[in-house]
């Protein structure tokens, strides 16, 4: 009975395993790319928060309203693999124009790829959504 539960721990811990080096050290990239991004646009900086794309993301070079604040960004879903090289996340996005104190969110799906050669992970859907001046 013994020899059964120490073979399936070892089964379990083999398949816990399964990942290579590589991937591993793609999705720890992937989350740290993700919790940089995240603390750029929460503290509002939304130009460099666009630096985060490749050059297919379709980011503007709008400049930001002074006026705009973030208030919050929340992980609604993810981060997803969808294939061995690109994931999804969706996130709502607080912010507040404080000339009109008018609170308003958005909901971001945010695609980012990974590029093997550069061993990075950049956003691939553009940026938008956040209204650059208010009504």
């Not at 997803?80 to 000339?99: L, N």
Request: with cysteine.
């Amino acid at each position: 009975m013994k020899r059964i539960a120490a073979l399936l721990c070892l089964v379990l811990l083999g398949l816990s395993g399964c990942q290579s080096l590589s991937e591993k050290r793609q999705t720890t990239l992937l989350q740290d790319t993700l919790r940089r991004y995240e603390a750029t646009v929460r503290w509002g900086d939304l130009a460099q928060a666009r630096s985060f794309g490749g050059s297919n993301s379709g980011s503007s070079e709008q400049k930001t309203s002074p006026d705009l604040r973030i208030t919050g960004y929340q992980v609604v879903q993810g981060p997803s693999m969808v294939d061995a090289q690109r994931a999804v996340q969706v996130v709502a996005i607080e912010y507040v124009f404080e000339s009109t104190q008018q609170v308003r969110e958005l909901i971001d799906q945010q695609v980012w790829h990974y590029d093997p050669a550069i061993e990075s992970w950049t956003r691939q859907s553009p940026f938008s959504g956040i209204q650059i001046s208010p009504l």
